[in-house]
């Protein structure tokens, strides 16, 4: 008799630290292990450390390796998910590094890799704020600004697996020039980094912030304005909302294109959500086309930080014809 | 001994004209029809004439019905392709008609709806310029401006049948309000429209133009523009070649978003290509990501005017799984 295949790994690789979970096909978490990545110590520590994290949640949980489907990896990057190869990863430091050839190699269980915004709309279809719609756009806004867009319950991956650069989408052609060429992208509006650009710009044009006036300018962050936001700061409170202009005009965008039945919102600026996402549907009830707007759902991730983690597991679901998912 | 059921029947139902083609699965086509839609006279009357031209393709080409696959039929607005009903088509005035029912019911064969662009993007996938490549995106600028986004083999169609607005698309959020209630759409910056609008407003700048000084100015239009282009008008050049940036932009963005391998221009604006598409190219060049963009093919439609009655065509070989297409 043969071991039920009913449960996966998923693990998050980011810059810092290396998160890793084991799910059963509802996504119930039943372990966790969370380590530092340190990839300065090379490609082949890091690979070590996430062998070791896999093996700590199987240790932990007593689960068989046998009882596995396989291990889902998400990182950041340029990734080919055919190859199961990290291409490009600034927060890692690799190039060409084929993670997930090395891993299944290494565990003789089958691999997917994916980019972690694709991971995480696959995370939120399956489990979160998406489950149950087929068209699902996931927007990340944290340090930067990326997406993942799953279409017709099919991940929107593009030749190069490089699709969902809602970034680098411009909607201002003759504005500031990007890092990636472009201008005018959404990257330089409503990032982190351009969200503590903004409130340190406007505080040296001599705005008032009653909550940040005492604070070194080298201090401010997305998650110093957020929390002054919270503690009823205007100024912050008015940085976030033309943030949440500017995003609701790529979500409008992105509706016209897509045309999908919900859009989930994550990442760290999303922690204070409640002072960016009422702007954004405004911005998309005033600029949308009503016949794609006037059913469309708009909501927080309810995944959270695991969004990434958990999609990275779901993506052995996807990939197993077997499985039926109810979606 | 059954009948091979090798051949389909495209209808593109326009405001203006029924163009009905017979076609194998080369994409050879094997009999045509066109006649007047006359749309004032009702939908029963259009109803008739598309029944009529289809006749008339089988008799004139004596094929049976027998070895039809079916018939797809590509309109202008907003569609139902699940429910085969035309939603909204303002060229026919139509709300709710569903002619792919009728047409299914009353000749008891498949009947597949799309709407135009998605139509035109199938066509040039399977027979056209975007042959062979999975990942690709039809462009129509015309009157208006709209695309069929192909993504790894599947129509990018949206939850409501709507995906494709590429013609509003901000990439200028503080720019002129659309029609649509968006600001700053493409369409206002790059449809047949708005070329004629841009030379007249230039010309009633006070810019000279060599060709255009002599013709009345209700009679500028995209058509005369680009046959002052053709004359060697620079004034007329230059506005072209405007357009070829605004649409650049957009281009990018698509790319960013979509990581297409081809983008296929069509529509009668792409009549004079040659003032256009260089622009473009350039455009996306200089504003795109790189890995995104250095492998990208963008080209002319071949199928050209045949292209969304070819794809009408095709739907129906889309949706037969017994059917190998070898793209």
Known sequence: MSIQKDLSIGVDLGGTKILTVLINQNGDIIGRAEMETKPMEGETAVFRRILHSINKVLIETSIQKARL????VASAGIIDSNEKTVLEAGNLGWKNVPIGKLLEDHLSIPVALSNDANAA????????????????????VSTGVGSGIIS????????????????HISIDYNGQ???????????????????????KY??????????????????????VVGEAALAGDSFSREILKEAGFFLGVGV???????????????????????????????TVRERGIKS???TIKMEKSNLGGNAGVMGAAGLLLLQDPRVKISV
């Not at 319950?153 to 970034?167: H, I, M, Q, T």
């Open 292 to 294: 794609l707007t006037k």
């Open 69 to 72: 489907r396989g291990i889902g």
């Open 202 to 223: 406007r505080l040296s044009q001599g705005e008032e912030s009653h909550y940040l006036r005492g604070i070194n300018q080298t201090k401010i962050t997305a998650k």
């Open 252 to 282: 409008t965008n992105l509706i016209h294109l897509f045309n999908p039945d919900v859009i989930v919102f994550g990442g760290s600026v999303m922690n204070v959500s409640e002072f960016i996402l009422p702007q954004v549907m405004q």
């Open 121 to 140: 709309a696959v995370g939120e279809w399956l489990w979160g704020s998406g489950k149950g719609h087929n068209h699902l756009i996931y927007i990340t």
């Open 177 to 199: 020039r990007c890092s990636c060429g472009n201008r005018g992208c959404l990257e330089n509006l409503i990032s982190g980094t351009a969200i503590a650009n903004a409130a």
């Open 152 to 167: 017709n319950g099919k991940l929107v991956n593009g030749v190069d697996d490089s699709a969902g650069e809602f970034g």
